[in-house]
């Protein structure tokens, strides 16, 4: 797919997916309206089965999308986590084998699960550069398809899917937040908004130690991040050519957190809806929170996007 | 209610409370699946909206069975927790003034959310005899209306309304697997089966540490606990003269797990489902594990009862 989603294309996603995921609950707290001020609707994607994450939908969407040519190559992706899994969960359903390049520290039940899935792991030093050079080796090797973790339109229009199923279960919503790494799943929701329900404003949390999607959506241009420290790890990848635009067109506007507000929305999260947001999956409610003025008695979705914790290193615990 | 609940007294409990409570999802994982060697189906009781517990079920039930005239007496129970949550939030929707005797030593958290949703907490010294005592000068002061939290007709059919629907989503269910501690969930589990799947085995999981519902069904009468030495803290409590016989006729089994086999089933729950379930709630799960060979590639359905944990005091990471 070369063209940014249409509508018609984040329908013929949903309706390829559906099948085989199933539909997140929305969940409400009347704890979280009051710390927040707000009604706040819950998509909760950390309750996804197994991958405990949203980009399962992406995943799903654009494996299904190939030809059979292209399944027998195998498939190729890089991720310091959550698509790690799902891709290796997908490919391993559809008979495709996965190679999945992580860096060397990523977090250890993300890497478990997704050898437990049968993903074959090929590591790599952190950052950008080093990744992407090991994706290019590795794909020179097989001959594997290589699939972006977001920013590819068949990503994009699945991850999109997760707002389409909010706006149905919630058709009031003044705004929707949620969460900004790469920006697949930002764009996607901006792109569901602006197609099923133009009124709703979407709003992006983002770590201030990883901070590259508010400079890159104030200075114009895509922005990196020299240094990165934060406790959300699956947020401090930058944007890509293919997210940035949509964020640039339907994108209200991105509030930054501290690791301490993340970790003091995630232990909130634990303890009113019971389940275990990992500190990126926080970053949502945290910037609801921090900037509860804006929210005064709205009607606001959140996006809880992941729940993989490694429980011996919890944020608010340590 | 004067009599062990029928058939028709489940459907129409389930007909009152439904407009009130969410229907709690049935979630799977392939990792709890290939830990137990069976297919695992988990109802999610721990994921009920504010109260994190199945107890409003039988609250509701009991709340909504009440005469105008008693609602003006206010209504007065004893709870460790749990039931102490449901029952001064449920009593607060209706607008009937809610007194809750809870021993001084009961979980933090519990006690806090009685409080933020208006109960009046009285306190007493651990043990049934000083709580029944309290109850019955707190009784005697305020002329309020005495709800038992699980020997009572229209809790036990409250309770029964989890199986219910965990039997109308996974029809095919061999066992269903629930904690027991004073009988109430156990009974209306057991009931509900009797009623709507007859083949489907009813077992129980216990702590060793408060083993007393053990004893009671292997002995015949009902049995106490000398001491109680468990992270079970939902658990503790012997059964009632309602709830015994239900359970004699109606039970299978009893499965003892001790304070290790609970916490780690704890932590595989959290990790794997990505929800806090309590040491309690994950009591049945622990139980199944333990004996995995009698669920052997079974169907098994099991209640994760409750996922109110302090979280300054996480068992497996003590």
């Known amino acids: 797919m070369d063209r940014i989603p249409t509508k018609q294309d984040i329908i013929d996603a949903h309706e390829r997916i559906a099948e085989h995921i199933p539909r997140t609950p929305v969940m409400r707290s009347e704890a979280l309206d009051r710390a927040?001020?707000?009604?706040?609707?819950?998509?909760?994607?950390?309750?996804?089965?197994?991958?405990g994450s949203f980009k399962i939908r992406g995943v799903m969407n654009a494996l299904l999308s190939l030809s059979p040519q292209d399944r027998k190559r195998g498939v190729l992706t890089q991720s310091s986590g959550n698509h790690a899994q799902a891709f290796a969960l997908v490919a391993k359903k559809m008979g495709i084998p996965a190679t999945i390049v992580m860096p060397r520290n990523a977090n250890a039940i993300k890497k478990r699960n997704v050898l437990e899935f049968g993903g074959r792991i090929v590591e790599c030093e952190p950052g950008d550069g080093p990744r992407e050079q090991m994706v290019l080796d590795v794909q020179r090797k097989t001959g594997a398809v290589t699939i972006h973790p977001f920013n590819d339109y068949r990503i994009i229009a699945g991850q999109a899917t997760a707002a389409?199923?909010?706006?149905?279960?919630?058709?009031?919503?003044?705004?929707?937040?949620?969460?900004?790494?790469?920006?697949?799943?930002?764009?996607?929701?901006?792109?569901?908004?602006?197609?099923?329900?133009?009124?709703?404003?979407?709003i992006a949390g983002e770590p201030s130690?990883?901070?590259?999607?508010?400079?890159?959506?104030y200075s114009g241009s895509?922005?990196?991040?020299?240094?990165v420290d934060t406790i959300a790890d699956g947020l401090i990848t930058?944007?890509?050519?293919?997210?940035?635009?949509i964020i640039q067109q339907h994108v209200d506007d991105i509030i930054r957190v501290d690791d301490e507000e993340i970790s003091s929305a995630?232990?909130?999260?634990?303890?009113?809806?019971?389940?275990?947001?990992?500190?990126?999956?926080?970053?949502?409610?945290?910037?609801?929170?921090?900037?509860?003025?804006?929210?005064?008695?709205?009607?606001v979705g959140i996006i809880l996007s992941g729940g993989n914790v490694d429980l011996d290193r919890i944020p608010f615990l340590q």
């Open 209 to 217: 130690g990883a901070d590259d999607a508010y400079r890159s959506l």
């Open 266 to 299: 995630m232990r909130q999260l634990w303890e009113r809806l019971r389940v275990t947001v990992e500190p990126s999956g926080a970053v949502a409610y945290a910037a609801v929170l921090k900037e509860n003025s804006r929210f005064y008695r709205q009607n």
């Open 222 to 227: 895509i922005q990196g991040n020299p240094t």
């Open 238 to 245: 930058k944007l890509g050519d293919k997210t940035f635009p």
């Open 36 to 51: 927040a001020d707000a009604g706040v609707h819950c998509k909760m994607e950390c309750l996804m089965p197994d991958v």
């Open 164 to 202: 389409k199923e909010l706006l149905e279960d919630v058709p009031d919503l003044d705004a929707i937040v949620v969460p900004v790494g790469g920006g697949g799943l930002l764009s996607g929701t901006a792109l569901a908004a602006h197609y099923f329900s133009p009124q709703t404003k979407v």
